[in-house]
């Protein structure tokens, strides 16, 4: 009986030791590594106030040492795609961006930052379609993957097992079972509702992987995600957007909270940018049934008439830079008369936020549609706590009425366009994988400036008076949302 109270006192205080060394070891780590000082920061007061919480949050979802060993070999990788195909392609094209700079200005600047850090080359005459919610997405999407003739590639967040699963489910296998090459990556933590699709799919001949599987022994990876929306058929036709692959988009009724969002079909030479995002996807989850950078995977597509010069930017945990932001903030402040912006998950990085505030406060107008409802009550309430300042400086803020936005649109000056994947977080742009389209074409820019005006007929403008007196209460939860917004 002595011994085995000894023994318990010895393990207790052996115990207490391994804890604190390890509570303190993750202090050293924060201070060490230099983050951003807001992450810092909440990891800090997180480990002070919740100690043991702390540490468990802190090894799942904050450790960057576990992010640079895991994406570093990716990012070789990917280096060694991209050079090969910069030599190929980048000197064909390296002058359209002079050809751009005559009717745009300094918009061009985010497409000459991206051809300087070889992330993505400008390519003009492609068709773009606008497509608005699944109800224009889905019937295009069903139609051109039923006359795909040698590949298609899809590349989801989500894939659920629903109306619109099955029926892509379906499509897919009986495109493989003709001949045509079929790979699908879904997300291992979006897609949790994708029931039996991929026994289905790999049944059929389809080469199905789950991108970065969330199992017990993997949990502290599974902060990473792909929110990317891609299709590539053909090497031809390109999807992109934010638009997943779920009954929910469709609005037909079976879901209650109606959803608006905004997704680009395209035609061009800029499919290979697309192909080439996914392509280093693939090469990350799967070491079999590759494919090579040449025909009919990659070409050059014949100019379309009236087509425009459209670029694609891809950016995720494994970028040297958070080039989708950098994109944002580029285009901002290049803005002279206007910046239109939809957005779900409105919780900016200081460049950004700054960006904003400066342009309005430059006579810029400056306008933003936010969720009313929304699909997650703490972001949304994180977000509402960035409002104030914006309405301070001349921004205009909206809050969608009509059900949920979730479409990631940017319009600057009638020209330019952003359409993707990327919400206007941390999450997005510097650790999920996300991609989203430049487009340089008054046509299409009109287009969704139209989509735009639509949306304000739904929308509850915000004025600084009635904003300012909301209750204690209200603007205290929003505060306390915002201190989780580096770790959300």
Same mark, same amino acid.
Request: charged share 25%; proline share 4%; hydrophobic share 40%.
């Given at each position: 009986?002595?011994?085995?109270?000894?023994?318990?006192?010895?393990?207790?205080?052996?115990?207490?030791?391994?804890?604190?060394?390890?509570?303190?070891?993750?202090? =050293?780590?924060?201070?060490?590594?230099?983050?951003?000082?807001?992450?810092?920061?909440?990891?800090?007061?997180?480990?002070?106030?919740?100690?043991?919480?702390?540490?468990?949050?802190?090894?799942?979802?904050?450790?960057?040492?576990?992010?640079?060993?895991?994406?570093?070999?990716?990012?070789?990788?990917?280096?060694?795609?991209?050079?090969?195909?910069?030599?190929?392609?980048?000197?064909?094209?390296?002058?359209?961006?002079? $050809?751009?700079?005559?009717?745009?200005?300094?918009?061009?600047?985010?497409?000459?930052?991206?051809?300087?850090?070889?992330?993505?080359?400008? =390519?003009?005459?492609?068709?773009?379609?606008?497509?608005?919610?699944?109800?224009?997405?889905?019937?295009?999407?069903?139609?051109?993957?039923?006359?795909?003739?040698?590949?298609?590639?899809?590349?989801?967040?989500?894939?659920?097992?629903?109306?619109?699963?099955?029926?892509?489910?379906?499509?897919?296998? $009986?495109?493989?079972?003709?001949?045509?090459?079929?790979?699908?990556?879904?997300?291992?933590?979006?897609?949790?509702?994708?029931?039996?699709?991929?026994?289905?799919?790999?049944?059929?001949?389809?080469?199905?992987?789950?991108?970065?599987?969330?199992?017990?022994?993997?949990?502290?990876?599974?902060?990473?995600?792909?929110?990317?929306?891609? +299709?590539?058929?053909?090497?031809?036709?390109?999807?992109?957007?934010?638009?997943?692959?779920?009954?929910?988009?469709?609005?037909?009724?079976?879901?209650?909270?109606?959803?608006?969002?905004?997704?680009?079909?395209?035609?061009?030479?800029?499919?290979?940018?697309?192909?080439?995002?996914?392509?280093?996807?693939?090469?990350?989850?799967? $070491?079999?049934?590759?494919?090579?950078?040449?025909?009919?995977?990659?070409?050059?597509?014949?100019?379309?008439?009236?087509?425009?010069?459209?670029?694609?930017?891809?950016?995720?945990?494994?970028?040297?830079?958070?080039?989708?932001?950098?994109?944002?903030?580029?285009?901002?402040?290049?803005?002279?008369?206007?910046?239109?912006?939809?957005?779900?998950?409105?919780?900016?990085?200081?460049?950004?936020?700054?960006?904003?505030?400066?342009?309005?406060?430059?006579?810029?107008?400056?306008?933003?549609?936010?969720?009313?409802?929304?699909?997650?009550?703490? +972001?949304?309430?994180?977000?509402?706590?960035?409002?104030?300042?914006?309405?301070?400086?001349?921004?205009?803020?909206?809050?969608?009425?009509?059900?949920?936005?979730?479409?990631?649109?940017?319009?600057?000056?009638?020209?330019?366009?952003?359409?993707?994947?990327?919400?206007?977080?941390?999450?997005?742009?510097?650790?999920?994988?996300?991609?989203?389209? *430049?487009?340089?074409?008054?046509?299409?820019?009109?287009?969704?400036?139209?989509?735009?005006?639509?949306? *304000?007929?739904?929308?509850?403008?915000?004025?600084? $008076?009635?904003?300012?007196?909301?209750?204690?209460?209200?603007?205290?939860?929003?505060?306390?949302?915002?201190?989780?917004?580096?770790?959300?």
């Amino acid at each position: 009986m002595e011994f085995i109270e000894t023994f318990s006192a010895f393990y207790r205080e052996w115990d207490w030791l391994l804890y604190s060394a390890i509570y303190i070891g993750a202090i =050293f780590t924060i201070i060490f590594e230099n983050r951003d000082p807001n992450k810092s920061l909440a990891y800090l007061l997180l480990l002070i106030f919740l100690p043991i919480l702390g540490l468990i949050v802190f090894y799942f979802f904050g450790r960057d040492y576990r992010k640079r060993r895991r994406f570093r070999l990716k990012e070789e990788k990917d280096q060694q795609v991209l050079d090969k195909y910069w030599k190929e392609k980048a000197d064909e094209f390296k002058d359209r961006l002079k $050809e751009l700079q005559p009717a745009y200005g300094g918009l061009v600047e985010p497409a000459r930052m991206l051809f300087n850090r070889q992330e993505g080359i400008t =390519f003009s005459g492609n068709r773009v379609d606008l497509l608005l919610n699944g109800e224009e997405k889905f019937p295009r999407l069903f139609e051109d993957l039923k006359n795909a003739r040698h590949h298609i590639h899809l590349e989801y967040y989500i894939l659920t097992e629903d109306d619109v699963g099955n029926t892509i489910a379906e499509i897919l296998i $009986e495109r493989a079972r003709n001949g045509v090459e079929v790979r699908v990556i879904a997300d291992g933590l979006g897609a949790t509702r994708i029931g039996k699709i991929p026994r289905r799919l790999k049944q059929a001949g389809v080469y199905y992987q789950t991108f970065m599987p969330v199992r017990f022994a993997s949990l502290a990876s599974a902060n990473y995600r792909n929110h990317r929306k891609i +299709v590539v058929i053909d090497g031809k036709i390109g999807y992109v957007g934010g638009i997943n692959l779920d009954d929910r988009y469709w609005n037909n009724g079976k879901h209650d909270l109606y959803w608006r969002d905004t997704h680009l079909r395209l035609e061009g030479s800029t499919v290979n940018n697309l192909q080439l995002q996914f392509l280093t996807s693939w090469h990350f989850v799967s $070491e079999g049934h590759r494919f090579p950078i040449q025909d009919p995977y990659f070409g050059v597509a014949e100019e379309k008439e009236n087509g425009c010069p459209v670029t694609i930017v891809g950016s995720g945990p494994d970028s040297q830079r958070p080039h989708a932001m950098d994109c944002i903030v580029s285009a901002i402040h290049e803005a002279r008369e206007r910046v239109r912006i939809v957005n779900p998950y409105f919780i900016p990085d200081d460049p950004v936020k700054t960006a904003l505030e400066i342009a309005a406060t430059s006579g810029i107008e400056v306008e933003l549609i936010l969720p009313g409802p929304s699909d997650s009550w703490v +972001v949304n309430h994180a977000s509402r706590s960035f409002i104030k300042p914006l309405l301070q400086n001349n921004v205009k803020v909206y809050l969608y009425q009509k059900g949920f936005v979730h479409a990631k649109t940017i319009t600057v000056d009638g020209k330019f366009s952003m359409i993707g994947t990327v919400n206007m977080d941390i999450r997005s742009f510097f650790i999920n994988f996300e991609v989203a389209a *430049l487009i340089y074409d008054e046509k299409l820019t009109g287009q969704l400036d139209a989509s735009f005006e639509t949306d *304000l007929e739904h929308c509850e403008k915000l004025e600084w $008076e009635k904003w300012s007196q909301r209750p204690v209460w209200m603007r205290g939860g929003d505060s306390c949302c915002r201190l989780l917004t580096p770790l959300l």
